[in-house]
């Protein structure tokens, strides 16, 4: 055998690699008991003096049923509706991670504006002003058909009307939906 024969290609090499990662972190994982299955007490009510509200998921207009586990006004975890008319009990990937999307920190809370390269918390009054003051000034200097307005799969059929209503009265027809983008 020479050796270019004897020579580890890359293909190989980062399969093995990963192959190697995969076993070290699933040893590190048992080892420590890191991941372990849910005692009854613990499936029954982890956080005890919390309080499961009904509510409905908001990432959608489906609008399928959730039950919220919040103590002293924080969401802590999240049950899919049994009894949901719309769900039936079921939930897409999307609904399923819900609270992860509430509880992230990459979440925007408050309007920001970067300023000189780094971002600032605006008041939401300032941001409106902004925001309806740029629309005046684009729609003064090249036209109501400047702008184009989008809606989301998160509003409901009334809140899409309010968002047609709104580009009527801006005078302009360029309205579309964030699907068919």
């Not at 924080?74 to 009894?83: C, G, I, K, M, Y």
């Not at 971002?119 to 629309?135: M, P, T």
Request: hydrophobic letters at 40%; charged letters at 25%.
């Amino acid at each position: 055998m020479n050796a270019r024969e004897s020579r580890l290609g890359r293909r190989s090499f980062l399969k093995l690699g990963a192959l190697a990662g995969a076993i070290g972190a699933t040893n590190a994982l048992g080892a420590n008991e890191a991941i372990r299955p849910a005692s009854e007490a613990e499936l029954k009510e982890a956080y005890p003096g919390s309080l499961k509200i009904k509510t409905i998921c908001t990432h959608c207009s489906v609008g399928c049923g959730v039950i919220a586990e919040v103590k002293d006004g924080v969401w802590l975890r999240q049950e899919v509706a049994q009894d949901h008319p719309i769900s039936a009990g079921g939930h897409c990937c999307k609904g399923a991670d819900l609270i992860d999307k509430y509880r992230s920190t990459n979440r925007l809370k408050y309007p920001m504006e970067k300023v000189g390269g780094k971002w600032k918390k605006v008041e939401w009054n300032a941001a409106l002003d902004k925001v309806a003051g740029k629309l005046k000034e684009l729609r003064e200097a090249h036209g109501p058909d400047s702008v184009m307005f989008l809606g989301s799969a998160k509003v409901s059929n009334e809140q899409s009307y309010y968002i047609r209503k709104f580009a009527a009265f801006f005078g302009t027809n360029n309205i579309d939906h964030q699907a068919r983008i």
